[in-house]
């Protein structure tokens, strides 16, 4: 649990460096996204996944729509879309992650 923390502490530090129009900043938001979403899986508290939607929501926003990776970025939204879809129920959490 020690080197995820770390992590995250890593990367957030790492994105408050980085210009918000800083070609790399998409993909930082994005893994720092997945860090959050590993956390959850780990503790099941909701403010982890709740952080892990906010920032792949902030990385599809800040990649250009040509950007190849954006599609990657789209699926990891979806993906945590849907892991809080199955822990509280709300349909609208399916559709927006359906739609990713």
Not at 28 to 47: A, K, P, V
């Amino acid at each position: 649990m020690q080197d995820l923390e770390a992590a995250i502490n890593h990367a957030e530090a790492a994105l408050k460096a980085t210009p918000e129009d800083h070609l790399y900043r998409a993909s930082q938001l994005n893994s720092l996204g997945n860090y959050f979403c590993n956390q959850y899986e780990r503790t099941r508290d909701l403010h982890d996944l709740e952080a892990a939607i906010n920032h792949a929501e902030a990385a599809v926003k800040a990649s250009p729509g040509e950007l190849p990776d954006r599609a990657g970025w789209l699926l990891n939204l979806g993906s945590h879309l849907h892991i809080r879809y199955k822990r509280i129920g709300n349909f609208q959490d399916l559709e927006l992650a359906i739609a990713s």
